[in-house]
């Protein structure tokens, strides 16, 4: 049981450059969600999705996309990288009614760490 | 909207030394959980405690307690006897309810603690 998996740990782009960061998870957890950490600022919430098909924003969505074609993959999209979206992006899930039942709400991933130059 | 603070940017203590982290959150909610995160050095986010709108119990567990009091809007996390492998940042996090199901997760921005010898 391998959990959430980031892809790729480390990254760096080039100013415009689009990429997508890749998350999957073999839980069958219907929630998942892209944070962003950045020094100072604790984890702030880019996008979520509850379900297949079912995207929506977060705290700061801007210069990011998401689509949620299937449970297990939710990858987040920069389609023209920016120096203010270097970062280390942390992946989660969670079972959709887990804040009822489970101790830990979500489960996260490793973090992708990007640099923008 | 919901918010954390934790108003303690860094902390350095002694070993042995015992250290509270304070976490102060705001919500109209009257439902909502708080946690506890570690995030040692090595980067992974470390799942704690969590702990229930409608349970002002306090919890022990080892070194670790928390003080959760509803009255000042406080969940305060007390390590005794500190230890250097206590090292790492610490984050705490308010977790409510999104429309459509789902977990929304606010962290604060965390508070770096330093143990040394």
């Known amino acids: 049981n391998a959990g959430v998996t980031q892809t790729p740990k480390f990254q760096v782009l080039k100013t415009g450059q689009s990429m997508t960061l890749q998350c999957a998870q073999d839980?069958?957890?219907?929630?998942m969600s892209w944070y962003r950490q950045d020094p100072g600022m604790g984890l702030r919430l880019i996008h979520y999705?509850?379900?297949?098909?079912?995207?929506d924003q977060g705290e700061v969505p801007n210069g990011y996309n998401v689509s949620r074609s299937t449970t297990e993959d939710f990858p987040l999209r920069l389609l023209s990288a920016a120096p203010s979206q270097t970062s280390v992006y942390f992946c989660?899930?969670?079972?959709?009614?887990?804040?009822?039942?489970?101790?830990?709400?979500?489960?996260f991933g490793n973090g992708t760490r990007l640099t923008v130059t | 909207a919901q918010k954390v603070t934790q108003a303690q940017t860094e902390i350095s203590v002694v070993e042995k030394e015992d250290v509270t982290l304070d976490c102060v959150y705001e919500?109209?909610?009257?439902?909502?959980?708080l946690f506890w995160y570690k995030q040692p050095p090595s980067g992974e986010l470390v799942f704690l405690i969590r702990?229930?709108?409608?349970?002002?119990q306090n919890e022990i567990s080892g070194r670790y307690s928390w003080n959760f009091q509803k009255s000042t809007s406080s969940f305060n996390f007390t390590i005794t006897a500190s230890q250097v492998v206590d090292s790492a940042v610490y984050f705490c996090?308010?977790?409510?309810?999104?429309?459509?199901?789902?977990?929304?997760?606010?962290f604060g921005t965390g508070t770096q603690l330093k143990v040394e010898l």
């Open positions: 989660a899930s969670s079972p959709r009614t887990a804040f009822r039942t489970y101790n830990s709400p979500l489960h």
């Open positions: 839980m069958n957890h219907e929630y």
């Open positions: 999705s509850v379900g297949a098909g079912i995207t």
């Open positions: 919500t109209r909610d009257t439902t909502y959980y």
């Open positions: 702990r229930n709108s409608f349970d002002e």
């Open positions: 996090a308010l977790l409510v309810t999104v429309t459509g199901g789902g977990n929304k997760l606010t």
